[in-house]
């Protein structure tokens, strides 16, 4: 897929901090750090693949997505207090979206492809075997996995933290390594990563479906 027209939103000047994209589906992409921004005094580079992920599968499969489309001071992922958040939780809510996947990037130093943010099972709670499926997915498409490693989920400020606790709604941190995400790059993989959040997509509506049924 030739996604340059997904970085290319971030060069356009926004209105509005954040920029949410409605699908059909009940299932949207968050990626809250598609700015650069400070977090104590130190600069935390963009995640922009992150958010290209989000608004290609929103074509790609017509799930909702959110990213955060101009720097205003909120870091959605740490702030106590974040309009980027309370606006999502508020979306969900409203527009029957059931499943929550915050996207963020490591470090390319970072060994690893994939770090879901689990807590140790307690950020899945209830949803063990849709999240084994999710960690499948990857694993499949031949992307290593490190549950809670390096980051393990365990603050109260994360968008999925606070999500689950304002909606009871099932909520999941993932951390892409951005080696994989960036076209050009040696270890660049964004096509099957794309592919691997379609099988995502596949793997909550059957879930989705046997719930409701
Ligand atoms: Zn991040």
Request: aromatic letters at 10%; hydrophobic letters at 35%.
């Amino acid at each position: 897929m030739d996604c340059k027209k997904y970085f290319g939103f971030f060069d356009e000047e926004h209105p509005e901090p954040y920029v949410i994209k409605s699908g059909t589906l009940p299932i949207i992409i968050s990626a809250p750090h598609t700015y650069r921004h400070f977090r104590e005094g130190r600069v935390k580079e963009a995640e922009r693949g992150a958010g290209v992920i989000a608004m290609a599968l929103g074509d790609m499969k017509s799930t909702h997505w959110m990213v955060k489309a101009r720097e205003d001071g909120d870091d959605p992922n740490y702030s106590a207090d974040s309009p980027y958040k309370k606006a999502l939780a508020a979306y969900m809510t409203e527009n029957g979206v059931r499943y929550l996947i915050d996207l963020h990037e490591l470090a390319p130093s970072r060994p690893t492809d994939v770090n879901p943010l689990i807590n140790g099972g307690k950020n899945i709670k209830g949803n063990e075997d849709l999240y084994g499926e999710i960690k499948n997915v990857f694993i499949n498409g031949g992307f290593t996995v490190t549950e809670d490693f390096p980051y393990a989920g365990k603050t109260d400020n994360r968008v999925t933290a606070y999500v689950n606790r304002k909606t009871g709604l099932f909520s999941l941190q993932l951390e892409l390594n951005s080696r994989l995400l960036y076209p050009g790059g040696e270890h660049c993989r964004l096509d099957d990563m794309l592919k691997a959040f379609g099988n995502i997509v596949g793997a909550i509506m059957r879930h989705d479906m046997k719930k409701d049924g």
